[in-house]
Structure formats: structure tokens, C-alpha cells
């Protein structure tokens, strides 16, 4: 017995030995190409914990597994295991409906610091109870702009009829629709040719979108309007996340907030250097006086706390005082 002992224990060294023995396999994917902000924060969570030597990975990107919301049925199905999500992530739970109030927050230090903090944790906990879904970290999209190739929007009333590209959240088209635009749900891999056949008139996204979509090619007008803070929620499902250890759980998280880290970084590099660069490219680049626009989006708080719950609308604003 002493010979078949020792020799399954140097055969189990060697397969030891093979790369990828004992490492534990996540697979992912985003929907957007590399540079945009949400595959800048999927492939930073990779790179560093791939860095740590513990982990494998599979990782999709371009769209090569669908869509967000396609992705986000994988997700839920087991079939992907960390997914970032922007506006979309609405459509899984209505307390995110709260990114879609216009002029919710001043700036992007007080959203950093409530995401990093309570909440962060009260998002999370709702969607760990209602979808099963792990988040690890809350990265950032930023601040959006519209562009469109009408007019500058300097007022409410400039976005009377545009037909401005929205994501599928119904209360982001709910928000255009009450200060009067068009807005138009599409897939954000559609939106260059739409806007370029005059299908659509404009889109609302952060700076560093439009830039790596090249909307600026096929848009005159940037306005600085600031209307809503995107964050991306960096998730995993819940299972996959009960079956790590504690010290793989640690290394996830740590990743987590590199990436987080990383998107904020870009965010706050593209609002500084990309209105000079669209200026010199020839585009029309405005701030308007947001005041008006304001007074215009202060009636929906009531409905939107009917969507996210009367109780989380008044948690969050008292977390904004």
C-alpha cells in the first residue's frame, strides 16, 4: 500500500502544480466596449484580482454576451457571476429609481460619500433581499449632459420635442417626459447610427460616454445640465458569493473597491480635459443656469417616492441634509 500512497500523493503535487489548480473560476461580462466607464470598472476588479493569484477568470466584453439587461438575466440565472450595471439596474429593484430624480445631488463628493456609506448599505440590502444579487462596490458613470444636434438647451422649455436616446428606465423616460421631451429607449450600441440618420435628435449620458462613443462626431450642441448622478453597481451573485471563504470574500471586496476607485478617477479626468476637447472639435458646449430646470423637476419627488417607498425617499433626504 505504502508504494500506491506515495505515488498518488506525488501525482496530486504535480496536478498541484498545473496553473489554475485549486483557483477559483468567476465569469463575467459587460456590455460596453474598453474605456467606457463601466468596462473600465469590470476590467480593473479583474486585473487586481487576478493579481492576488487565487482567482481565474473568464471575461466578456463588447456586448459579447448581450446587453445589460441580458446580462442581467445571466446574472440571475447563474450563468454569469459579476456583472457591473448602470441605469438599468431600476428595472431589478425600484429603490434605485432614487438615480433617476433629477438634481438629487449637488455634486459628486456628497454621492461618493453616501454610496461609501449608509446609502450604499441600504441599496445593497434591498438587492441581496429582492434579486439574490451581491453588491461588492459602487462605482461611478457620473454626472450626464445631453447633446443633441437641434439647439443648445438653455432652458426648460429648449427640450420641448427632442427626441433624446434614453436607457429602458422608466423613470429616467419618466423624467424627460415631464419637462417635455421625447425621450426614446435604445441600446446604447444603436444610438451612434440613430443619431446619425436623424432618427434621434440628442442622448443624455456622462462626458466620457459620449466620448467613447463618438456622439460628438454626429452632435452640435453639449449642454452641462448635470441632471442626474449614474453610479455602477458593481454585482455578483448571491450564491457564488456564499460559496467563497472568508479570505476570497476579503480579496473580492478589496478588488471591488479598486475598480470603484478607478471609475472615479476616469470620471473626474474626462469632465476635466473632454469640454475643452469638444470645444476645439467645433461643438457647442453650454452651461445653463440649472435653477429653472430645478423648479421645473421639484414636482416629481412625490411620484418618485411612491416608486421607491415614501420611507427610503425620506431616509435619503435626510442623509442630504
Not at 455602477?232 to 478589496?254: C, F, K
Not at 417616492?305 to 425620506?314: D, L, Q
Amino acid at each position: 500500500m505504502k508504494p500506491i500512497t506515495l505515488a498518488f500523493a506525488a501525482a496530486l503535487t504535480a496536478f498541484s502544480a498545473l496553473p489554475g489548480f485549486g483557483e477559483t473560476k468567476l465569469t463575467m461580462a459587460v456590455e460596453t466596449p474598453p474605456g467606457d466607464p463601466l468596462n473600465v470598472m469590470l476590467t480593473s476588479f479583474k486585473d487586481d484580482l487576478l493579481a492576488s493569484e487565487g482567482f481565474s477568470v473568464d471575461f466578456f466584453e463588447s456586448g459579447a454576451m448581450g446587453n445589460e439587461t441580458a446580462l442581467t438575466e445571466l446574472l440571475r440565472a447563474g450563468q454569469l457571476d459579476v456583472v457591473p450595471l448602470g441605469s438599468d439596474i431600476v428595472e431589478l429593484d425600484s429603490k434605485f429609481a432614487i438615480f433617476d430624480l433629477p438634481f438629487l445631488f449637488d455634486d459628486k463628493e456628497t454621492a461618493r460619500t453616501l454610496l461609501d456609506g449608509e446609502l450604499g448599505v441600504m441599496l445593497a440590502d434591498s438587492l441581496l433581499e429582492t434579486n439574490g444579487l451581491k453588491v461588492l462596490a459602487f462605482g461611478e458613470l457620473g454626472f450626464r449632459a445631453i447633446s443633441n444636434s437641434v439647439r443648445p438647451i438653455e432652458t426648460p422649455a429648449d427640450l420641448a420635442g427632442l427626441k433624446l436616446r434614453t436607457p429602458g428606465s422608466q423613470t429616467r423616460i419618466m423624467a424627460f417626459q415631464s419637462l417635455g421631451a421625447a425621450p426614446t429607449p435604445l441600446a446604447l450600441g444603436e444610438v451612434y447610427v440613430a443619431l446619425r440618420q436623424g432618427v434621434l435628435d440628442g442622448q443624455e449620458n456622462p462626458l466620457s460616454v459620449v466620448k467613447e462613443f463618438s456622439f460628438d462626431e454626429v452632435q452640435e450642441f453639449i449642454s452641462l445640465t448635470n441632471h442626474v448622478y449614474t453610479p455602477i453597481t458593481l454585482t455578483m451573485a448571491g450564491s457564488v458569493w456564499e460559496g467563497l471563504s472568508a479570505e476570497e470574500q476579503a480579496q473580492v471586496m478589496a478588488s471591488a473597491k479598486v475598480s470603484a476607485a478607478a471609475t472615479r478617477t476616469l470620471s473626474d479626468d474626462s469632465d476635466a480635459s473632454l469640454v475643452s476637447e469638444f470645444t476645439e472639435a467645433g461643438l457647442k458646449v453650454n452651461t445653463p443656469d440649472l435653477a429653472p430646470f430645478k423648479a421645473a423637476a421639484a414636482p416629481l419627488r412625490d411620484d418618485f417616492a411612491e416608486i421607491v417607498s415614501p420611507e427610503f425617499m425620506t431616509a435619503v433626504e435626510e442623509l442630504l441634509q
